[in-house]
């Protein structure tokens, strides 16, 4: 079997994050999200290629790619698109060109799921149904910000509605990213006149959960598979946290997870769980709340006080600072007595000066300097709800 992971998005939402990165190379603790779905895509015994459909910062993730796993060369291979096609424009381009050299079934599936998942059982559960598609369901406590599905008798789908504003806060099975198709599904899709014609209109985006879906409903039976475990789909900083906390759970459990390079000093409070990558270095007197991550080579300095956070790799934190439900990219240095508050994202390679006050939903770019306090401005001059971004 064959797998294509779309992989070309912009993922506007997750900035100032991704505005240096791809979402798909974003560390979930000590690896980019990318290489755990790889890491489940080649436990599948059959799988023969795995393919990339790229656009944004594709050059990124070609390099990941070819340096962390060489030794799967000959099962990797990249598509570049020139303009942003849609994921369904990105599937038949891949398809299209391919057409007689795929290796079925074809499983295809988004790079910004973070999924505990069997993708063998999901194989297994497709070539019994026999049907022409098998999309992967999962549970979810409001369907409205996701693919709804209505599913009839048998798990059959019977339609599929994106976003559905009429029903916030209903429970129901959502689209989770990842499909499995057969040749004659393939087939279907490449023989229908109307598709091939908006798949060439550049300015036009062809979506599989608007476009392609519905096209095989028509012509036969998509069934759906029920997920029942873990399930992050990361469009935004909220999600990009909380993939990285359940990581934890599953590598630490409730505890927490120091590698054997860092250096704590004797009185550094830690309340579980935490994950503490490489190299990292915390002085005298600071205390890790729970529930944060310490990415490598991130030095924490006297007095620190840092709960509900996430810093990546070779950030400083200077001493005596204070930083509080915030995601810290990295290559960034924070000064001393600094303070930093709830659903902060600052991007990579910033200076925060001594001093110097963040508030809530405060949003840094990239290579920017910060000395001037904002807390200040944030008190006098902003509304409830507003962001600030700097």
Same mark, same amino acid.
């Given at each position: 079997?064959?797998?294509?992971?779309?992989?070309?998005?912009?993922?506007? #939402?997750?900035?100032?994050?991704?505005?240096?990165?791809?979402?798909?190379?974003?560390?979930?603790?000590?690896?980019?999200?990318?290489?755990?779905?790889?890491? &489940?895509?080649?436990?599948?015994?059959?799988?023969?290629?795995?393919?990339?459909?790229?656009?944004?910062?594709? %050059?990124?993730?070609?390099?990941?790619?070819?340096?962390? =796993?060489?030794?799967?060369?000959?099962?990797?291979?990249?598509?570049?698109?020139?303009?942003?096609? /849609?994921?369904?424009?990105?599937?038949?381009?891949?398809?299209?060109?391919?057409?007689?050299?795929?290796? $079925?079934?074809?499983?295809?599936?988004?790079?910004?799921?973070?999924?505990?998942? &069997?993708?063998? *059982?999901?194989?297994?559960?497709?070539? *019994? #149904?026999?049907?022409?598609?098998?999309?992967?369901?999962?549970? !979810?406590?409001?369907?409205?910000?996701?693919?709804?599905?209505?599913?009839? %008798?048998?798990?059959?789908?019977?339609?599929?509605?994106?976003?559905?504003? &009429?029903?916030?806060?209903?429970?129901?099975? !959502?689209?989770? /990213?990842?499909?499995?198709?057969?040749?004659?599904?393939?087939?279907?899709?490449?023989?229908?006149? %109307?598709?091939? *014609?908006?798949?060439?209109?550049?300015?036009?985006?062809?979506?599989?959960?608007?476009?392609?879906?519905?096209?095989?409903?028509? *012509?036969?039976?998509?069934?759906?598979?029920?997920?029942? /475990?873990?399930?992050?789909?990361?469009?935004?900083?909220?999600?990009?946290?909380?993939?990285?906390?359940?990581?934890?759970?599953?590598?630490?459990?409730?505890?927490?997870?120091?590698?054997? @390079?860092?250096?704590? &000093?004797?009185?550094?409070?830690?309340?579980?769980?935490?994950?503490?990558?490489?190299? !990292?270095?915390?002085?005298?007197?600071?205390?890790?709340?729970?529930?944060?991550?310490?990415?490598?080579?991130? $030095?924490?300095? #006297?007095?620190?006080?840092?709960?509900?956070?996430?810093?990546?790799?070779?950030?400083?934190?200077?001493?005596?600072?204070?930083?509080?439900?915030?995601?810290?990219?990295?290559?960034?240095?924070?000064?001393? =007595?600094?303070?930093?508050?709830?659903?902060?994202?600052?991007?990579?390679?910033?200076?925060?000066?001594?001093?110097?006050?963040?508030?809530?939903? @405060?949003?840094?770019?990239?290579?920017?300097?910060?000395?001037?306090?904002?807390?200040?401005?944030?008190? @006098? %001059?902003?509304?409830?709800?507003?962001?600030?971004?700097?």
């Amino acid at each position: 079997m064959d797998s294509i992971i779309l992989a070309g998005g912009f993922a506007t #939402r997750l900035r100032p994050l991704t505005l240096t990165r791809p979402k798909p190379l974003l560390p979930i603790l000590d690896k980019p999200l990318l290489d755990w779905i790889l890491s &489940d895509l080649f436990m599948i015994n059959s799988l023969n290629k795995v393919m990339f459909s790229l656009h944004n910062m594709a %050059d990124q993730i070609m390099s990941h790619v070819k340096n962390r =796993w060489f030794s799967y060369e000959d099962k990797l291979e990249y598509f570049i698109e020139e303009k942003p096609l /849609g994921d369904g424009g990105a599937l038949i381009n891949i398809i299209k060109y391919l057409r007689d050299k795929i290796d $079925y079934p074809l499983l295809v599936l988004n790079g910004d799921l973070f999924m505990q998942i &069997d993708y063998q *059982k999901v194989i297994n559960y497709h070539e *019994k #149904r026999g049907g022409l598609m098998t999309i992967v369901g999962t549970y !979810v406590d409001d369907v409205s910000r996701y693919g709804f599905l209505k599913i009839s %008798d048998n798990d059959v789908l019977s339609e599929i509605i994106e976003k559905p504003k &009429d029903l916030v806060g209903r429970e129901g099975f !959502v689209n989770a /990213g990842v499909y499995i198709l057969s040749e004659e599904s393939v087939n279907i899709i490449l023989s229908d006149e %109307d598709i091939i *014609k908006k798949s060439l209109d550049y300015e036009r985006k062809i979506s599989i959960a608007k476009d392609l879906i519905p096209l095989l409903i028509r *012509k036969g039976d998509v069934y759906v598979y029920r997920h029942d /475990g873990l399930w992050i789909d990361i469009g935004s900083p909220g999600d990009y946290f909380k993939a990285n906390i359940h990581a934890i759970k599953i590598l630490c459990g409730k505890n927490t997870c120091a590698d054997p @390079t860092a250096e704590l &000093d004797s009185d550094v409070k830690i309340e579980d769980p935490v994950f503490i990558g490489r190299n !990292v270095r915390i002085k005298n007197g600071s205390v890790i709340g729970s529930e944060s991550i310490l990415m490598n080579d991130v $030095y924490i300095g #006297r007095g620190v006080y840092i709960e509900n956070s996430l810093i990546m790799n070779n950030t400083h934190v200077e001493d005596y600072s204070i930083i509080r439900g915030a995601i810290i990219g990295e290559n960034n240095r924070i000064g001393r =007595w600094a303070r930093i508050y709830r659903e902060t994202v600052l991007g990579s390679s910033i200076y925060i000066g001594d001093h110097i006050c963040l508030p809530p939903k @405060t949003k840094v770019l990239p290579y920017k300097e910060i000395n001037e306090d904002i807390c200040l401005k944030y008190f @006098t %001059d902003k509304k409830e709800g507003d962001n600030i971004i700097i």
